[in-house]
């Protein structure tokens, strides 16, 4: 069945980096456009980026465009999420999407 697992988030300060990875198995990961949403406490999730299954084209939130990157490798069944100049209002729980399933979603905390 599929399955997707992310990892990578934690506790950063305001201006910091944090990478998320997610680890896909169960399909052919390559064949599929995958995304990662976020959703913060008290709000609907959200888009945060998608990319194409070729990796060729990707798309971001308006709120992070900049200062996010996705990314992923085809031969490893991994996606990534770059975050750089992370902003308290980036707090969220941040979750892999892919064939209309989720991962069970990494924690970030941007915090002094």
């Known amino acids: 069945q599929v399955q997707l697992v992310e990892s990578g988030g934690g506790l950063v300060q305001p201006g910091g980096s944090l990478r998320l990875s997610c680890a896909a198995s169960?399909?052919?990961?390559?064949?599929?456009?995958m995304s990662w949403y976020r959703q913060a406490p008290g709000k609907e999730r959200e888009l945060v980026a998608f990319i194409t299954a070729a990796g060729s084209s990707t798309g971001y939130a308006d709120s992070v465009k900049g200062r996010f990157t996705i990314s992923r490798d085809n031969a490893k069944n991994t996606m990534t999420l770059q975050m750089n100049s992370l902003k308290p209002e980036d707090t969220a729980v941040y979750y892999c999407?892919?064939?209309?399933?989720w991962g069970q979603g990494t924690q970030v905390t941007v915090s002094s």
């Open positions: 169960g399909f052919t990961f390559s064949r599929y456009a």
């Open positions: 999407n892919g064939l209309g399933n």
